[in-house]
Nanobody
Framework: QVQLVESGGGLVQAGGSLRLSCAAS????????MGWFRQAPGKEREFVGG????????FHADSVKGRFTISRDNAKNTLYLQMNSLKHEDTAVYYC????????????????????WGQGTQVTVSS
């Protein structure tokens, strides 16, 4: 199975940028499609976006479209989430997740679609 570790979270002012990373180990990274989720205090975990095994297909939730970009580097076994124009409402714990499913990222927006999760990294956006 694959192990996932997120990093790159922190405190940033509204309008600023952060890049999250998710380092994978264990099995071959390109065997897995990947996703990012986030969970704000008192709220349900929310799908942010997903990317196919070789990065050909991506999907971003409407709430982050145009501001966030998912990418991956299979040679480095790493998934990324570039977050620009951050808003206070982006404050959450961000999780990366992996799945062996071959469905397009747009069809894998549920937590149940993913079998492997990282521990999360906190992103706090001050207004």
């Amino acid at each position: 199975q694959v192990q996932l570790v997120e990093s790159g979270g922190g405190l940033v002012q509204a309008g600023g940028s952060l890049r999250l990373s998710c380092a994978a180990s264990g099995r071959t990274f390109s065997n897995y499609a990947m996703g990012w989720f986030r969970q704000a205090p008192g709220k349900e975990r929310e799908f942010v976006g997903g990317i196919s095994r070789f990065g050909i297909s991506t999907f971003h939730a409407d709430s982050v479209k145009g501001r966030f970009t998912i990418s991956r580097d299979n040679a480095k076994n790493t998934l990324y989430l570039q977050m620009n124009s951050l808003k206070h409402e982006d404050t959450a714990v961000y999780y990366c997740a992996a799945t062996e499913s071959r469905r397009p990222p747009a069809f894998m927006s549920s937590q149940e679609d993913y079998g492997y999760w990282g521990q999360g990294t906190q992103v706090t956006v001050s207004s």
